[in-house]
């Protein structure tokens, strides 16, 4: 297991060359403190512009701490965080650059789905009132129905809808489908990829759930235990990443340029997620014996590194 | 900004101003009958107003005196603390800058609340004007009842002219604030219900009587202005037509602070012609009544002075609030 490298985040290739590629979302150090508590520390992040970025991370990771700053509802307690160029919540330009569907989707229930629409005419400089109302037609909702009224999975498209016809750079969701049921789950998450399909924007979407991400998420990052664990383009995690199958495995005996993230014990076989640099591929690794690497899912993948973050759930030998 | 301030604050704004609107019609109604009677009757009008505008007269006065505290409540403290609850903030505050969205929500609902208690004190000091009037010129002791409060004293003074829009701005604004100090409404509407008692006792007690240095006179007893002697004690108390009588003491001939003979307590009794006399005595005596007081004529003024103060503090208090939402859950 690695410990003394922990803080520094696995980054994809996009960011190597220190802002050649450009950044929607750039953190340096970036920290969060309520009381005693921080929710998020020591985070140094880029994110590339035009990607459909997932967040995930398991429950009180700082997901939520993490966008809040992206949208500029919380002031870091230390380091610092550029979106789109600017400091977050810093003007009206700023916040027009931003689109942001808070967890939970909330609207103001008194108000009906018009008024919103209204809402976002009036507050927003860039607001597209043709898509908005196209949107809300084409999902089949009545613009003089009461947000109060809506079921869970209207009010996100709801929420979406207003963050979207601001025409933003930068599109923030957190966890929106979290309290839906699969079925409008499922509805909201392929309306969004057809979206973000047809807009050109970037999307940064946190989830507890990869199989809500991976469908739509071209750019992962792992948070877990309020600190960044990897980040990196979906195809070259993917590519990067192995599944290590033993009798017994060693993380010391590793050949160098590959690092054990998790090791499962038990069984006939011990099993590992491995980061694996070398140039073997998928077949078999000699210097372990017995040893075959195969590929690995991105659930287990992100499992790895969330589990690598709690101490509860390591496998001690 | 301003349209989704009004958009949420409509329903309330419409229950307010429907119900100011219900009790000046009322007033407007039994207005021009009162100012008739006062004209038409002599020293008697006092006596002589009927059951039903007694009542008008309190539910009036209680209205004025509330409106602040009530709009303070139902307006000021929930103003941020629904958004906190409801979540709704994160969606506000993403569209628009908070200063902006808190700017809006002050300055609508604060006009809104001024002139709701402007059109509402109004409305009741035309209507009690004759009542007030009457009680202003009564010397000695008034009928009984409780149509006995001058306009300047502390149990009307908030509750007549421009000082109810002041109080208005003020504890909306206040109302707001600690909703964003303690951001959560119950506590908050709490909070400022104690606040606004505390302030406005405190600001009765301690600021009022000294906005204008006060008056100090020596007056002679007499049955013209005696209000009232203790038995126990035999102190005496004297008014003064409208005035507001912050403290009083009976002096002696050297001027001294003394009490007055236990005789004077038959002063008032007997026939008009000894208590001329029994007055008369205690005059020869050197007996004196020294008051410091708020004359009648200094209503306006000190309505004036009153209204500036809590305006002012509004205006320092709205700062208060934006640098405090600012900061809000960040």
């Known amino acids: 297991m690695r410990t003394s490298s922990q803080s520094v985040p696995r980054q994809g290739p996009g960011t190597k060359e220190g802002g050649a590629i450009s950044t929607v979302l750039r953190a340096r150090g970036l920290g969060k403190r309520y009381r005693r508590r921080w929710a998020l520390s020591d985070c140094t992040l880029d994110i590339p512009a035009g990607r459909v970025v997932g967040l995930v991370g398991p429950n009180g990771a700082g997901k939520t701490t993490l966008l809040s700053l992206a949208a500029g509802l919380l002031r870091p307690t230390s380091g610092t965080i550029e979106v789109c160029g600017g400091r977050p919540g810093s003007g009206r330009g700023q916040l027009a650059r931003v689109g942001f569907v808070a967890q939970d989707t909330p609207a103001y229930a008194g108000l009906t789905i018009a008024d919103h629409l209204t809402l976002g005419a009036r507050l927003s400089p860039g607001w597209d009132a043709r898509l908005a109302a196209s949107r809300i037609r084409r999902l089949g909702m009545s613009p003089g129905q009461r947000a109060g009224s809506l079921s869970g999975g209207q009010r996100a498209q709801l929420a979406l809808t207003l963050a979207i016809a601001k025409r933003p750079e930068l599109l923030i969701l957190d966890e929106p489908v979290a309290s839906l049921d699969p079925l409008a789950r499922d509805a909201f998450l392929r309306d969004l990829h057809d979206t973000v399909a047809d807009q050109e924007l970037s999307v940064v979407h946190s989830s507890h759930l990869i199989s809500d991400l991976e469908r739509v998420c071209d750019y992962l990052i792992v948070l877990a235990a309020s600190r960044v664990q990897v980040a990196g383009e979906v195809s070259e995690l993917l590519a990067r990443h192995r599944l290590l199958t033993a009798p017994r495995i060693d993380t010391a005996a590793l050949p160098a340029g590959m690092e054990a993230i998790s090791v499962r014990h038990g069984g006939p076989h011990d099993t590992a997620i491995v980061c694996d640099d070398t140039t073997a591929g998928a077949g078999t690794l000699p210097a372990v014996p017995g040893a075959a690497l195969s590929p690995v899912g991105l659930e287990d993948l992100v499992l790895a590194y969330m589990s690598q973050s709690a101490p509860a759930l390591e496998v001690t030998r | ?330």
């Not at chain 2, 309505?303 to 809000?328: F, K, M, P, S």
Request: charged content about 10%.
């Open chain 2, 1 to 330: 900004m301003i349209w989704l301030t009004w958009r949420q604050f409509r329903t309330q704004a419409a229950v307010t101003f429907g119900a100011i609107t219900v009790l000046a019609a009322i007033l407007a109604a039994t207005g021009p009958q009162l100012a008739h009677l006062a004209s038409s009757s002599s020293n008697d009008f006092l006596s002589r107003v009927s059951g039903a505008d007694r009542a008008l007269w309190i539910i009036g006065s209680l209205a004025v005196l509330a409106a602040p505290a009530l709009m303070g409540l139902f307006w000021g403290a929930p103003l941020i603390t629904r958004e906190l609850d409801a979540g709704t903030y994160r969606l506000a505050w993403t569209q628009t800058t908070r200063t902006r969205w808190l700017a809006a929500k002050l300055s609508l609902l604060g006009l809104a609340a001024m002139t709701a208690a402007g059109l509402l004190s109004l409305a009741v000091t035309w209507w009690a004007s004759p009542i007030d009037a009457a009680i202003a010129s009564q010397k000695g002791i008034l009928p009984p009842g409780l149509l006995v409060f001058p306009r300047l004293s502390p149990e009307m003074f908030a509750a007549r002219g421009i000082a109810p829009l002041g109080y208005a701005a003020f504890f909306f604004v206040l109302g707001v604030t600690i909703g964003v100090a303690v951001r959560r409404t119950l506590p908050a509407m709490a909070l400022l219900l104690t606040a606004f008692a505390v302030v406005q006792i405190g600001m009765t007690t301690f600021v009022r009587p000294h906005l204008i240095p006060a008056e100090q006179r020596t007056e002679v007893i007499s049955a013209a202005n005696l209000l009232n002697i203790n038995v126990n004690n035999s102190v005496t108390v004297i008014g003064r037509p409208g005035a507001w009588v912050s403290s009083q003491q009976t002096i002696n001939a050297a001027g001294q602070p003394a009490k007055p003979p236990s005789w004077v307590l038959k002063c008032p009794a007997g026939s008009a012609a000894t208590s001329q006399a029994c007055y008369a005595r205690l005059a020869q005596l050197g007996y004196r009544q020294q008051i410091t007081f708020q004359p009648a004529s200094r209503f306006w003024p000190l309505q004036r002075n009153e209204t500036v103060i809590y305006l002012v503090l509004t205006v320092v208090l709205a700062g208060l609030c934006t640098w405090w939402t600012r900061r809000l859950l960040s």
